[in-house]
């Protein structure tokens, strides 16, 4: 009997279908020699700083080095403390069980470092000592599952990047735990988190605000002189931009009064523009955030429902490259498109195919994301949205170039240069797919070197200097994407080049977490950091822990455990060095600004003392008062925002996904009742109003 584990449910279905597992099973399908059975991503993880006998936030506990790391299931923060995962434990009992049924597994999780972390990090918790192979595809199609099998690899192929994603985990939970406990402690109220792709980010975020809230906007002022020919209209700016209104005033006139310019060069090129390679995730979610205003956390999940509905390939990929074995299937991958609605004229059409997508070697965990041929019916909005993105994309990947016509010409007056640049689209190639046209794509008229030509138009142009715009989630993406560029040390530039800060996977939770701790919100498209994120930024801009060389190093260095060539040892003694350096740092740094947003608000009880914020309640400070607003009600976090409206509006907006005991999901307002205490008001018809809320045990 062989065990398969999947990382999720549905995907262990798809695969159940394909090797005849079709009996179900509470969690797990049987059939044909085979258990197939799934995790529901990270059951195991790192225990919480209680299981090695140190209670949290606490100076004197600080840091937190264990000897050894302790693998736990799954948690979830109830009250004060944390519990088990009811879900977790019964899923996990029934891997044990289907592993203990089995002589050999194979590993079906996602193919990259998390996925291999998730399945060894069970392996290992269950004191498994079965022989296991491992499943790598990038697809879910029949043909990718069935080609998978056919080339499973022995599982201790994949030790080192094992390795590398155990060092990642537990240097993320020493550094990411310790600097979090010890700004939370120094701060003295409020909870705030730091961590390695985290606090860069914010700190990018914070950076672009202050510059450009502080950015000097300075005067200039441009010459434009208008001419026409042939019924087409130009205009020509004077080559360069005057600081002086008098020295542009002074132009305008020479060319006022001459009435005429020369043409004294012409340059006309053909100029071929490739299409742009494939989607990942990243570019695949900065460009829904550009065009629909789509949070990349959204565009993630869509892409994933679609990945698993075996519509498109695997999502989370960093790769924009496909290998050659794909290249043999793509050209009926761009017949399915045939029959769509508004690419399927280009498909048919589509006939020679671009192959500069094809590469082996620029081929990471993945391959770029593409469509897999399946009919795509019954999608919501967003899916189409997503689903036609990638499909048009795919087109374009594989399209001939497009062929530019870019003529530059070159005017004399009295000594004043004046330059326009003509750009027409002569074959439109991949723009073809979407009709896309460029912004500064300008007919030009037919001049000839040495043309003398009236000037029927002249002014000049007061413009204003101003700032790089605030960051939003597409640009900020790019910013992670691109992180490291101007580092010194070339072999960590290299790590960053190829990697950025955060993986493709992971980028969208870092930007959800800087809006859950509320260090920034959106306005409309732009991200604005909080008065709490810039007080953390202030204390933090110029510590390692806020700098991309970090993770520049780490990348580089996490590549060479998988390479082989560094031992997870060396690394993780370098990463408890560099944590108990942090952790003395922000214990010692003196914070000038309180960094809760709202500090010390006036308590509506007792009206004397002042409700501060801490990791698990806010409290009067007013000896006697007694108010006290538990953070965690029925399995939800409140947010500072929350217990802030709580206190001073005596009510919160509504609140989604509060847990009630049988394990279900409810919608409710917070309110304070007449003794003080925090009960629910449900929308009306519901439920009745102001229950009792206790913290939960």
């Known amino acids: 009997m062989k065990a398969i584990l999947a990382e999720k449910p ?16 509470p969690g797990y399908l049987e059939g044909n020699g085979y258990l197939v059975t799934w995790a529901l991503g990270h059951l195991i993880g790192l225990a919480m700083p209680e299981e090695y006998g140190c209670e949290s936030f606490r100076k004197e506990n600080l840091p937190i080095l264990p000897a050894e790391f302790i693998l736990t299931p799954r948690q979830v923060k109830t009250g004060r403390s944390y519990e088990f995962d009811k879900g977790a434990l019964k899923q996990l009992n029934v891997i044990e069980s289907v592993f203990n049924r089995c002589n050999h597994i194979i590993v079906a999780t996602d193919a990259g470092r998390e996925g291999e972390l998730i399945f ?3 392996y290992n918790y269950l004191g498994c000592k079965k022989t296991f192979s491992r499943l790598w595809i990038s697809s879910l199609t029949d043909t990718a599952i069935r080609e998978g099998f056919n080339n499973l690899k022995d599982g201790h192929q994949y030790d080192k990047l094992y390795r590398a994603a155990k060092a990642r985990s537990e240097s993320d939970w020493l550094v990411g735990i310790n600097a979090t406990q010890a700004i939370t402690v120094n701060a003295g109220g409020g909870l705030f988190s730091l961590g390695r792709v985290q606090t860069p980010t914010l700190a990018m975020v914070c950076k672009r605000f202050l510059e450009n809230k502080n950015f000097v906007s300075t005067p200039y002022w441009v010459v434009e002189v208008e001419l026409e020919k042939g019924g087409i209209a ?65 565009t993630l999940s869509v892409a994933q429902k679609l990945y698993e509905d075996k519509l498109i390939t695997y999502p989370r990929t960093g790769s924009r490259y496909i ?41 990471t965990d993945h391959h770029a994301l593409l469509i897999t041929g399946n009919a ?83 002014e000049i142009v007061k413009k204003q200097t101003k700032p790089k715009p605030l960051l939003t989630e597409a640009s900020l993406l790019s910013a992670m994407e691109n992180a490291g560029k101007e580092l010194e040390n070339e072999e960590y530039r290299k790590s960053l080049s190829d990697v950025g800060i955060g993986t493709p996977a992971t980028r969208a939770a870092v930007i959800e977490t800087l809006f859950d701790r509320e260090y920034m919100i959106r306005q409309g498209k732009s991200l604005v950091p909080t008065e709490k994120g810039l007080a953390v930024y202030d204390i933090v801009r110029d510590m390692k822990i806020a700098n991309v060389e970090m993770t520049g190093i780490w990348e580089h260095d996490l590549a060479r455990i998988e390479q082989g060539s560094l031992d997870a040892g060396t690394f993780l003694r370098g990463i408890r060095q560099y944590t108990t350096q942090i952790t003395e740092e922000l214990l010692l740094c003196k914070i000038g600004t309180v960094i809760n947003d709202t500090p010390g608000i006036a308590c509506p009880k007792c009206r004397t003392g002042k409700v501060f ?14 108010l006290t607003i538990f953070r965690s009600v029925c399995g939800k976090s409140l947010t500072d925002m929350q217990i802030s409206q709580l206190l001073t509006n005596g009510k919160t907006p509504e609140i989604k996904g509060f847990k ?21 008001d449900f929308l009306p018809g519901k439920k009745s109003l102001n229950l009792p809320v206790k913290p939960c045990k």
């Open 10 to 25: 549905s995907v262990a279905r798809e695969i159940a279908r394909i090797v005849g597992a079709d009996k179900v099973q």
């Open 120 to 122: 060894r990090y069970i």
């Open 234 to 298: 130009a205009k020509v700016p004077v080559s360069i931009q005057f600081d002086d209104e008098t020295k542009a005033k002074q132009v305008f006139q020479i060319i006022k009064d001459s009435g005429q310019l020369t043409v004294t060069s012409i340059e006309t090129k053909l100029r071929e523009e490739k299409p742009p390679l494939l989607y990942d995730l990243t570019t695949l979610q900065k460009e829904a955030n550009n065009k629909w205003g789509l949070p990349a956390a959204k």
């Open 323 to 363: 290998p050659e074995d794909i290249w043999n299937e793509i050209p009926l991958v761009v017949k399915s498109l045939h029959a769509h609605s508004s690419l399927g004229a280009y498909a048919k059409a589509l006939t020679v195919l671009n192959k500069q997508c094809v590469n082996d070697q620029k081929i």
């Open 376 to 458: 795509a019916k019954g999608l919501d909005k967003e899916e189409q949205l997503i689903y036609d993105a990638i499909a048009g994309r795919m087109l374009e990947a594989f399209s001939p170039c497009c062929l530019k016509e870019v003529s530059t010409v070159v005017f004399n007056c009295n000594g004043i240069e004046l330059k326009v640049v003509g750009t027409v689209i002569k074959v439109k190639g991949w723009r073809a797919v979407l009709n896309t046209v460029e912004k500064d794509e300008t007919s030009l008229p037919d001049f000839s070197d040495g043309e003398i030509v009236p000037v029927s138009g002249l």
């Open 613 to 626: 914020f801490y990791s698990e309640v806010a409290k009067c400070n007013h000896t006697g008062c007694g």
């Open 660 to 680: 009630n005991k049988k394990g279900g999901t409810f919608n409710a307002s917070l309110v304070l009742t007449g003794e003080f205490k925090t009960g629910f």
